[in-house]
């Protein structure tokens, strides 16, 4: 079976631009949470969904949104871009409950 | 916030050594996992222990959740050990049980 994928692996954006990440979760996993990771640092929870509806949300700002399709796939989309949101952003899946997996990460260089 | 505090922040050791990481947790969880991230920064799963033992190969990990610590124990340590061990907890109480906090974690460095 295939783990958590994410798309792309790595991109480079511009200050003020906007960015949308990918993540398709294991199969039969309902549950997508998203963290970001800068370097130096533990990952910081962003949001988690479950079942298409949003069930936690992290300390960040407006600019940072996310949703989750009928599939259980799911988008998180950065806007007006700074510096800081440079960064590896995570994406994992679960059943909600129990134990997390995590793909392997989008690097994301805002210059 | 739940409070995760991971030590030694830093370990350096010889192939063939023993290490043990600990994690300290400021509330009750129901989650709580070992990961290890590898230099592309993927997280490999450790393991997944709330509470109790659990063995892996050279890796175990314990958890006492009524004293708020687990431990992840390394046996004879490999080059391929090396990187960043975060240990994640999910607060009991929290409104987002999917949530996972973690500690800032331990980078091991093992030498051949």
């Known amino acids: 079976d295939a783990g958590v994928t994410q798309s792309p692996t790595h991109l480079i954006k511009t200050r003020g631009q906007q960015v949308t990440l990918r993540c398709s979760p294991i199969s039969g996993h309902k549950s997508v949470s998203w963290y970001q990771q800068v370097l130096g640092q533990g990952p910081q929870f962003i949001f988690q969904?479950?079942?298409?509806?949003?069930?936690g949300r992290g300390n960040f700002p407006d600019r940072f949104s996310a949703r989750q399709f009928p599939n259980y796939s799911s988008e998180l989309n950065v806007n007006a871009l700074l510096l800081g949101d440079s960064a590896l952003y995570l994406c994992?899946?679960?059943?909600?409950?129990?134990?997390?997996?995590f793909g392997q990460g989008t690097r994301l260089t805002v210059v | 916030g739940i409070q995760v505090e991971q030590s030694p922040p830093d370990l350096i050791l010889q192939e063939g050594a023993n290490s043990t990481l600990r994690c300290n947790f400021s509330d009750s969880v129901n989650n709580l996992q070992w990961f290890h991230q590898n230099p592309w920064g993927q997280l490999i799963n450790l393991f997944y222990i709330p509470s109790g033992t659990k063995q892996n190969g050279r890796l175990s990990a314990t958890t006492v959740a009524t004293e708020r610590y687990s431990l992840l124990y390394i046996s004879s340590s490999q080059t391929t050990d090396s990187g960043v061990y975060f240990c994640a907890v999910a607060n009991a109480g929290g409104t987002s049980y999917g949530k996972l906090t973690f500690g800032q974690g331990t980078i091991l460095t093992v030498h051949p």
């Open positions: 994992a899946s679960g059943t909600g409950w129990t134990e997390a997996f």
């Open positions: 969904y479950y079942e298409k509806e949003e069930r």
